[in-house]
């Protein structure tokens, strides 16, 4: 049994800037209201320390494998309830050039294993805490991208 969810948002920033925000894990406690801390090193099998916090919902802490690292284009894990094959979650952020200097992200998950089912409800609020995410996500980058377009150019 699996599920899946995606949300997207098109950003007014490119995507080294989008990136650059996304993988800034020290800021994350002042701009996401989802994933409320993140520490670790975005290469790929380093171990990540994520804590979420769903909308209506107790936070929880997992510890997830990094899958792909692309700079500018994908940051993935796959993290674990516990043995793999009872609750696993692959999450992904994909970074879409959209030209410009507009960039399309597309987060997602794909839930599987036998607890799945039993997980409803809980991933109606998953599907708010992207949503959530993605808008305070486009809010920083787009307020980082207007104070480097604001700033002179370094010698």
């Known amino acids: 049994m699996s599920k899946t969810i995606t949300t997207s948002i098109e950003i007014d920033a ?12 020290a800021s994350h406690p002042e701009w ?3 994933i409320r801390q993140i520490s670790g090193e975005v290469s790929v099998g380093s171990r990540l320390r994520v804590n979420i916090t769903p909308p209506g919902g107790r936070g929880m ?7 792909a690292a ?21 999450h992904s952020f994909v970074l879409e050039d959209l030209g410009g200097g507009r960039t399309r992200v597309t987060q ?21 805490g992207f949503e959530q995410m993605n808008r305070a996500l486009k809010d920083r980058c787009e307020r980082v991208a207007d104070v480097e377009a604001d700033s002179p150019p370094q010698p």
């Not at 802490?61 to 899958?67: G, H």
């Not at 309830?81 to 692959?90: M, P, Q, T």
């Open 14 to 25: 490119a995507p080294e800037v989008v990136w650059r925000v996304l993988t800034d894990f």
């Open 32 to 34: 996401n209201p989802f």
């Open 61 to 67: 802490t997992f510890k997830p494998a990094v899958t």
């Open 70 to 90: 692309t700079p500018d284009r994908e940051l993935a894990w796959l993290g674990s309830l516990g043995v793999r094959g009872v609750f696993d979650g692959a």
């Open 108 to 128: 997602s998950e794909t839930f599987g294993g036998v607890l799945v089912p039993f997980f409803g409800s809980g991933l109606d609020s998953t599907v708010q």
